[in-house]
């Protein structure tokens, strides 16, 4: 360790990362990449597969970092098989910003969770990508948009899209 990013493994434009709160720290490695892309919140999935190695990791701090990353990313698949010891999830945990107060309701009024499954009852036409989903269309694994009740984010035709909650149904 020190000489490669704890997250992605870059061994370019080093520098130290501090992950903080529940009264822990730790001081990591990253690259600037990585370090931009957490600052400035604008996360690229495609730099960020690589926390499916780090998710793995011996250190509590890149365990830590890579669930909130995750958890941004709306990652549910993969923060249901990550392991973290109790004290290591509520350090985690801390460093989120969640509004508790954000109720996500699909077109029923019917609340959906992260990790539901819901069916398009509308064409949608995707902006950017050229296809309409197509109404009955299931999405699976869906991701809540932090600080937004009224999207979702799933995968159609394999391509990760944020959905108005009005045009959804919880199956």
């Not at 109404?135 to 009740?149: K, P, Y």
Request: proline content about 0%; hydrophobic content about 35%; glycine content about 8%.
């Amino acid at each position: 360790m020190g000489n490669v990013c704890e997250l992605c493994g870059s061994e370019e434009n080093l520098d130290n990362f501090l992950v903080d709160g529940a009264n822990n720290e730790a001081n990591l490695i990253l690259c600037s990449t990585c370090i931009d892309q957490i600052q400035s919140g604008e996360l690229d999935e495609n730099h960020f597969n690589c926390l499916n190695d780090s998710m793995w990791s011996e250190s509590s701090g890149v365990k830590v970092l890579t669930y909130r990353l995750l958890n941004s990313l709306a990652r549910q698949d993969l923060l249901d098989v990550m392991y973290l010891e109790d004290s290591e999830k509520e350090w985690a945990e801390a460093g989120i910003n969640i509004d508790e107060k954000l109720v996500y309701k699909d077109s029923n009024g019917v609340t959906l969770q992260a990790g539901d499954t819901v069916v398009i009852i509308k064409d949608l036409d995707v902006k950017g990508t050229g296809f309409t989903a197509k109404r009955g269309t299931a999405v699976r694994n869906i991701g809540l948009v932090q600080g937004d009740s009224e999207h979702i984010e799933g995968r159609v035709n394999g391509v990760k899209i944020h959905i108005l909650t009005k045009f959804l149904k919880k199956s």
